[in-house]
Nanobody, 121 residues
């Protein structure tokens, strides 16, 4: 059974930094693209950053130049370094990944439980 577990959220002042981690565990044959999403109260979930299995990255315009997504394939972990945080970055952050549990199975969509990030003075 595959699980994604996020960590690293918390309360930070505007202009501060946080680093989120998301570790995949369980039966894993391969991991494709990995993603960070966020959902603020009363808003739809939005895609924040993407990293492919080859390391190519893409970002939402609202976080470009401030957030950096990276991955450690040996640890089955994806990270989101968030700098110059703003109050509007406040949200629950979720990781998402396309994972094949075995060589016989196509990639499936897995989600973490979410971690709260609050940017406030």
């Amino acid at each position: 059974q595959v699980q994604l577990v996020e960590s690293g959220g918390g309360l930070v002042q505007p202009g501060g930094s946080l680093r989120l981690s998301c570790a995949a565990s369980g039966s894993i044959f391969s991991i494709g693209a990995m993603y960070w999403y966020r959902q603020a109260p009363g808003k739809e979930r939005e895609l924040v950053a993407t990293i492919t299995s080859g390391g190519s990255t893409n970002y939402a315009d609202s976080v470009k130049g401030r957030f950096t997504i990276s991955r450690d394939n040996a640890k089955n972990t994806v990270y989101l370094q968030m700098n110059s945080l703003k109050p509007e970055d406040t949200a629950v952050y979720y990781c998402n990944a396309l994972i094949s549990p075995t060589v016989w199975e196509k990639p499936d969509d897995y989600w973490g439980q979410g971690t709260q990030v609050t940017v406030s003075s």
